[in-house]
């Protein structure tokens, strides 16, 4: 695509008006030229479509973005304050039984009504509005115009012909859905699920005027197809939507507006301008309708990008403006609106939950509302998930009710993350008085479990020469002095020891030295399942484990767990994640074996799954025992989310009391999907799946995240690491920050004094 070129660039620094072109006569592209007009800038619009075409029914606006139109023109504000209808509630229908949680707040109006505010107030301002005529090319318009706005949508011409440079990625989800219309106001935002002979389905429903409302009805693929919707036409789909929610309905028919079953396209691009074109709206990204409007997403960047032409001197420095102002914001609800699909996706997964949790886990799917605001909007809603949940009164938040595996009661929900210090002094695998410290502090700090580093079970084990061990006796006494002291000094605190063999990622730099990158000398030799180096042409090619190896290591495994039965540990996990010895065996990226400890999932098993009975035959009865996995690669053809509910499942059927789900770390290519709570949904769908406890992890790093995770039965237990290295009384804290003062998180006798914030400054 051309760039154009910048005609009156000098003008706009002297504060003379742009010639502006605006793609698109959606809501997005209306206000952008609105604004702009307002603004004293000469601006045309092209729409394709005859003014009074729309498709779709209703419009949701926030507050917020109320409260952005109301600062930024107060006659298209007061047009739609006239219009719209609001309410508070929703409503959850869930086998029949209907949950109602208020608070919430709404504002809707009629997609059509909108556009109509939005056409009066442009002509008003001069805008140019060319109706049921295509856009000149846009290499054209920026040629012709200082600033060319593409509001052209989510099959935007204008970001197709500059692929090249906004380089987009388009992602379809794996559910189908209609929009389709009722007319009667429904009383509340409503989510009614139907569980079909051909599997679930799902209604979203809103009012947008006093007549009418929004009707969406979504299912997964494979449903929709199983259920013959694929071979409807518009009116078939609707009568048969109608039908399948007759209850919601009250009988009334449902109709369509060039309604069609569409798959929702995530759009993502890397950048939003080129030259003086600018994408807006659906034309630079989607956010899944789960959580929102893409009007919304769209009106706000109209006001963003007006708002950034009218305080920069020219137009290049606003189109940076505008992308640096909005991008973390869009990113934000794509992340949040990611995580609402996949929950939809996934709902099979979740019908079986208990009517109030099952509400409470779609109202905080997303996880942008969560425990603690649940809580402010509706006291009583959230006071019954808690009860439901558990706790034992109204002062015990869930985070601080007791949890029990097997003769091991935790008396609360946080447990510190394993997290290698690399602090084992003279390469000996001793644990010494940073050690001591390190997990005392933590222990004195309030979290019901404590956990150590991966200890290893072996000198070639280790993954530095600052790893601990347990092979051999002198650093059982050093664990055991650590262990006395958490049980003398932190009575009702349990220390667990992870147990793990480094495979491939073996003798290499502590890892502020140069993390992964291989020991400069005294190198040890390195073994896995399969002779695949971890980083090729940097790593050490591992030799690929023979049969008499694999008995040697089950050996190391077994006699480091009896020394950690000695030393006093409560619990002992079993390191099978994140490209370590039996994480290679799991995943199909890094065992290429083909003996029976290779190929099929189950081989791949064979291994990790003779380690866990070799140490649970010698780990008391009594204590529980968990393993660490990596419920996926984040790399191609690496484990799947279904090899990740195996695993468990296998893990599960030895003896497993609960199963941490961690993900990658396995390939050194990996491509996280970072973010808040990010590897919680891994935990989630195995809990579902499996049936056994699970240990969260993964930037959770507030307890009213942990919370949430706990009410919605997405966890049991939440791991927390790097708070905990920022505040090791992290527990404690969130107790105060709780006003909760009960058994569940004492404070030692000396830090009582301590247990209040102190006051800041001369307060």
Request: proline content about 6%.
């Given at each position: ?10 003008a ?7 010639r ?11 206000y952008a ?10 601006v ?6 005859a003014?009074e075409?729309t ?13 952005g ?6 006659v298209v504000?007061a ?9 508070d ?10 949950l ?17 505010i ?18 000149p ?5 920026a ?5 060319v ?5 989510v ?22 859905y209609?929009?389709l219309?009722a007319?009667?106001?429904?009383d509340?935002f ?10 679930v ?7 947008y005027s ?7 009805v979504?299912?997964h ?31 009334r ?6 309604s069609?079953?569409?798959?929702f ?20 990204h ?9 009007t919304k997403?769209?009106v ?17 420095a606003?189109?940076?403006a ?6 973390p ?19 099979a997964?979740?019908v ?9 886990n ?9 425990h ?18 558990g ?18 009661t ?12 690399y ?11 940073f ?7 933590r ?8 956990m ?20 051999t006796?002198?650093q059982a ?15 009702g605190t349990?220390?667990?020891v992870?147990l ?26 390195v ?5 695949l ?5 940097v790593?050490?090619?591992p ?5 008499a ?17 000695d ?12 490209g ?5 065996f799991?995943?199909?990226l ?30 008391p ?5 968990t ?8 790399a ?14 296998a ?15 396995v ?7 970072f ?7 891994y ?18 790093s ?6 949430s995770?706990l ?18 009384h ?18 030692p ?11 800041s400054?001369?307060?």
């Amino acid at each position: 695509m051309a760039a154009g070129t910048m005609r009156v660039g000098s003008a706009m620094r002297a504060g003379g008006p742009l010639r502006v072109a605006v793609v698109g006569g959606g809501p997005g592209g209306l206000y952008a030229a609105a604004l702009l007009a307002r603004q004293g800038h000469t601006v045309e619009l092209w729409e394709r479509s005859a003014p009074e075409d729309t498709f779709g029914f209703g419009v949701v606006l926030s507050d917020e973005t109320l409260g952005g139109i109301e600062a930024a023109d107060t006659v298209v504000y007061a047009a739609l304050g006239a219009e719209f209808v609001r309410w508070d509630d929703i409503d959850i229908v869930h086998r029949g039984r209907l949950l109602t949680s208020g608070g919430h707040g709404f504002a809707a109006i009629g997609r059509r009504r909108l556009l109509e505010i939005l056409h009066e107030r442009c002509a008003g301002l001069g805008v140019k509005l060319r109706f049921r005529t295509g856009a000149p090319a846009a290499a054209l318009l920026a040629a012709s115009y200082d600033l060319v706005v593409a509001a052209d949508g989510v099959h935007s011409a204008t970001r197709q012909s500059g692929a090249a440079h906004f380089r987009p990625t388009l992602t379809s989800g794996s559910c189908r859905y209609i929009w389709l219309a009722a007319d009667f106001a429904f009383d509340a935002f409503r989510f009614e699920i139907a569980e079909t002979e051909h599997g679930v389905m799902q209604l979203h429903a809103y009012p947008y005027s006093a007549d009418a409302s929004t009707v969406i009805v979504e299912m997964h693929e494979k449903v929709w197809r199983a259920a013959g919707l694929d071979l409807c036409d518009e009116d078939e789909s609707a009568a048969r939507c109608a039908k399948i929610f007759g209850e919601a309905l009250r009988g009334r028919p449902l109709h369509g507006n060039r309604s069609a079953w569409t798959e929702f396209r995530t759009v993502v691009n890397e950048r939003w301008s080129h030259g003086n074109v600018v994408l807006l709206g659906d034309a630079a990204h989607t956010a899944h309708f789960s959580i929102g409007s893409g009007t919304k997403l769209a009106v706000e960047d109209a006001l963003a990008l007006a708002e950034a032409v009218a305080a920069q001197p020219d137009v290049p420095a606003a189109l940076a403006a505008y992308e640096a102002a909005r991008r973390p914001a869009v990113a934000s609800t794509q992340r949040a609106a990611a995580a609402s699909m996949r929950w939809f996706e996934e709902l099979a997964g979740y019908v079986d939950q208990p009517a109030r949790q099952f509400a409470f886990n779609l109202l905080t799917r997303s996880r942008r509302v969560t425990h603690d605001n649940l809580r402010l909007r509706d006291e009583r809603f959230t006071r019954a998930v808690e009860r439901d949940f558990g706790c034992p009164d109204e002062d015990t938040p869930p985070m601080f009710t007791p949890l029990k595996l097997r003769g091991l009661t935790l008396r609360n929900r946080v447990v510190v993350s394993p997290m290698d210090m690399y602090s084992a002094q003279h390469g000996d695998g001793i644990p010494g008085d940073f050690h001591l410290v390190h997990l005392g502090a933590r222990a004195l700090g309030g979290a019901a479990l404590v956990m150590t580093e991966m200890v290893c079970v072996s000198a070639e084990g280790r993954i530095t020469p600052g790893c601990t061990g347990l092979y051999t006796a002198e650093q059982a006494a050093a664990w055991t002095r650590i262990a006395d002291f958490v049980h003398t000094s932190a009575p009702g605190t349990a220390l667990g020891v992870q147990l793990g063999h480094s495979g491939r990622k073996g003798s290499t730099r502590l890892m502020w030295e140069g993390m992964d990158d291989p020991l400069p000398e005294g190198n040890w030799p390195v073994a896995a399942a399969s002779a695949l180096p971890y980083r090729p042409g940097v790593s050490a090619v591992p030799r690929e484990l023979t049969a008499a190896d694999l008995a040697s290591i089950r050996s190391d495994f077994a006699a480091a767990a009896v020394r950690a039965a000695d030393c006093g540990f409560d619990l002992l996990e079993l390191h099978c994640a994140h490209g370590y010895l039996l994480s290679g065996f799991l995943s199909p990226l890094t065992n290429h074996r083909t003996d029976a400890y290779g190929g099929p999932l189950e081989n791949r098993l064979r291994f990790p799954l003779e380690v866990f009975d070799a140490v649970r035959a010698v780990w008391p009865d009594d204590r529980p025992m968990t393993v660490r996995i990596s419920a996926t690669d984040w790399a191609p053809g690496g484990t799947s989310a279904q090899d990740a509910v195996d695993i468990a499942a296998a893990f599960a059927a030895h003896g497993a009391d609960a199963i941490d789900v961690s993900t990658g770390q396995v390939v050194a290519d990996e491509a996280p999907e970072f973010g808040r709570s990010y590897q919680t949904p891994y935990a989630d769908r195995i809990r579902g799946a499996v049936g056994v406890p699970v240990i969260a992890v993964g930037a959770i790093s507030s307890w009213d995240d942990v919370n949430s995770l706990l009410l919605a039965g997405r966890a049991d237990l939440c791991a927390v690491g790097r708070p905990h290295l920022y505040d090791p009384h992290w527990t404690l804290h969130a107790a105060a920050d709780q006003s909760y003062a009960g058994p569940a998180a004492p404070w030692p006798a000396p830090y009582r004094a301590g247990s209040r914030k102190p006051p800041s400054g001369r307060g």
